[in-house]
């Protein structure tokens, strides 16, 4: 079955420092790749999305690209600040019966000034 | 725009109680989802409604567990009897309509309702 993988959190980081988090999945067929954002208190925001190999996904300076030879779906971002402090969630949809998103276990991220 | 509301955000009951949680999705979307996001883990659909139509059941618990879409917008998903581990914030999601789902399609979350069972 279907299953993503990403890295273990919690991650600390000081403003400024870049970010990459892994991510890597197991799917059939030609997934859709996500990453959602979970702000302290707040709901579930999609940050980004890729739906086909070597798209890039991009937002408020996160970028991810979907590589297909890698299974994988990497979150970057060149230059952290403190409100991007969150947990970030890699995501996969791969259709089929039904189009339910497939989560990893999330990633904590706390960026100090 | 309006996002997907849910209600109550909070919720303690002790074991053996039920309780209800209700969604109303953004205007227009046809496809809802009740995901359970237990602490540490990624959320796990629930179930998945296309219009008043369930879609996918097969993650519930249905021995406790229920959910009904009537007249295809508003959601109830209801645990009887709750167990201890049944604490978790439920997720109701909902994805554009007009066509049949993809799996491009984004889905938009609700704020969640966190349930304790004690």
């Known amino acids: 079955g279907d299953s993503v993988t990403q890295m273990e959190g919690p991650v600390t980081l000081s403003e400024e420092a870049f970010l990459t988090i892994n991510c890597t999945y197991t799917?059939?067929?030609?997934?859709?790749l996500f990453w959602y954002v979970q702000y302290p208190g707040e709901g579930l925001q999609l940050l980004l999305k890729?739906?086909?190999?070597?798209d890039k996904g991009s937002n408020k300076g996160f970028e991810a690209t979907y590589r297909k030879e890698t299974t994988s779906f990497h979150l970057e971002k060149g230059s952290v600040q403190v409100s991007d402090s969150a947990v970030y969630f890699c995501?996969?949809?791969?259709?089929?019966?039904?189009?339910?998103?497939?989560f990893g276990k999330g990633t904590l991220l706390t960026v100090n000034p | 725009e309006a996002g997907v509301a849910q209600s109550p955000r909070y919720k303690i009951i002790e074991k053996r109680q039920s309780v209800a949680f209700w969604c109303n999705p953004i205007?227009?979307?046809?496809?809802l989802y009740w995901y359970q996001q237990i602490l540490g883990q990624g959320p796990k659909l629930l179930i998945q409604?296309?219009?008043?139509?369930?879609?996918?059941d097969s993650q519930l618990p249905k021995d406790r567990f229920s959910a009904e879409r009537l007249k295809g917008v508003d959601s109830t998903l209801k645990i009887q009897p709750a167990k201890l581990e049944d604490s978790a914030v439920y997720l109701c999601?909902?994805?554009?309509?007009?066509?049949?789902?993809?799996?491009?399609?984004?889905?938009?979350f609700g704020p969640g309702t966190r349930l304790t069972v004690l």
């Open positions: 890729a739906t086909k190999a070597d």
């Open positions: 799917a059939t067929g030609y997934p859709s």
């Open positions: 205007s227009g979307h046809a496809t």
């Open positions: 999601a909902s994805s554009p309509s007009g066509r049949a789902p993809t799996s491009t399609d984004t889905q938009y």
């Open positions: 409604f296309q219009n008043n139509g369930v879609v996918d």
């Open positions: 995501a996969l949809n791969s259709g089929g019966s039904n189009y339910k998103l497939t």
